[in-house]
């Protein structure tokens, strides 16, 4: 089958018969020359404005308890395993809410407090409880919090204080999980996504690209990521980071990466699909074309343990496209 035949049959099947496509077809998409690259982006993008409109969401991260983890996830150098030059440190309420009010003033409407653990013990319970009432008393944005591993009833607990969406990535395909991280089981972060969704709050589950995965493991986890059912996925592209195991392994290219959120965005039609770590050292001078490509939201500013760009340069990028800077949330 033709490229073009591709395409003409993806268009019609999410735009027109309003049908998710199958993961063969994903597949075949994904085999897609380089040259076609721009051409399934452009699809994406009127899938995008067909099913999320124009609005962009903006999202800042703030680490409260940064290094010092005990898991060995290879992309990561927050892991107390691997000799990286990321050393411990706790923020206190004041410093967490101090960075809320400061991500106010930048047209954000969530703000996500992360926590390098792998889950939350009573004492990170107690100040993540806290600070989710301050933070919205004070600024009235919508809080999350990527805190690890839950229990059912941590879930239950972070949802009667109010929190807004919680992040768990499943990171990498359940078949190539092995290959990131030992300490810890796929099946137990496809298990706390699933809590968070029983405890009503959104839930934000994304992948990283890059890790040494292949296109049909990419594939794979576009399918486990449909079956948790996430309302946001963040789009990461590794950033190989000192010390780590993953130190040495290549970028992915420009429009490679492109091409990926442009199959993020026909396999999750409905998500919000939202640019995150990597991005400036992966896409560079294309970000703005990821923006036309199928992504509805950003993280602005800094990310854990990496450097983000100036968020004037990306509140100027969306104005210059046209996207209006609003929620995205079901839940206000």
């Known amino acids: ?28 998409l ?41 898991e060995d996830c290879s992309f990561c150098a927050q892991s107390s395993r691997f000799n990286s030059p990321v050393r411990p440190a706790v923020l206190d309420l004041d ?26 013990d009573r004492r990170l319970m107690d100040l993540l409880v806290k600070a989710i009432t301050l933070v919205r008393g004070a600024t009235g944005l919508n809080v999350a919090i990527s805190a690890g591993i839950l229990t059912r009833e941590q ?14 990535n499943l990171e990498a395909a ?14 137990e972060r496809r298990d706390t996504c699933l809590l968070v969704r029983e405890a009503g709050m959104e839930l934000c589950c994304g992948a990283i690209i890059g890790l040494g995965e ?10 486990d990521l449909r079956e948790v059912a996430p309302d946001e996925v963040p789009i990461n592209f590794l950033n190989p980071r000192p010390g780590t195991p993953l130190a040495g392994r290549p970028l992915v290219g420009a429009l490679e990466a492109i091409r990926w959120i442009a199959l993020f965005r026909l396999a999750l039609p409905e998500v919000i699909l939202r640019y995150a770590g990597g991005r400036e050292v992966t896409l560079r001078d294309l970000q703005a074309m990821g923006m036309a490509s199928g992504i509805n939201a950003l993280i602005v500013g800094n990310y854990l343990t990496t450097l983000g760009r100036d968020p004037r340069q990306d509140l100027k990028m969306v104005e210059d496209l046209r996207m209006p800077i609003g929620s995205l949330s079901k839940v206000l």
């Open 95 to 120: 410093q967490i809410v101090r960075a809320a009010e400061e991500s106010a003033e930048l047209g954000v409407s969530e703000f996500c407090i992360v926590a390098a653990v792998r889950g939350p």
């Open 214 to 223: 292949n296109r049909a493991q990419r594939i794979e986890l576009l399918g």
């Open 1 to 28: 089958m033709s490229s073009q035949q591709l395409l003409e049959d993806a268009s019609r099947a999410l735009l027109d018969e309003s049908r998710d496509l199958t993961l063969d077809e994903l597949h075949r």
């Open 155 to 168: 879930a239950f607990e972070l949802a009667d204080a109010g929190l807004h969406r919680y992040n768990h």
């Open 30 to 70: 994904a085999s897609l020359p380089e040259e076609e690259v721009p051409s399934l982006a452009a699809l994406a993008h009127s899938v995008r404005l067909a099913r999320r409109g124009t609005t962009v969401e903006l999202e800042t991260i703030l680490s409260a308890k940064t290094g010092g983890c005990p």
């Open 174 to 187: 359940r078949s190539y999980f092995p290959h990131v991280a030992t300490t810890h089981s796929w099946e």
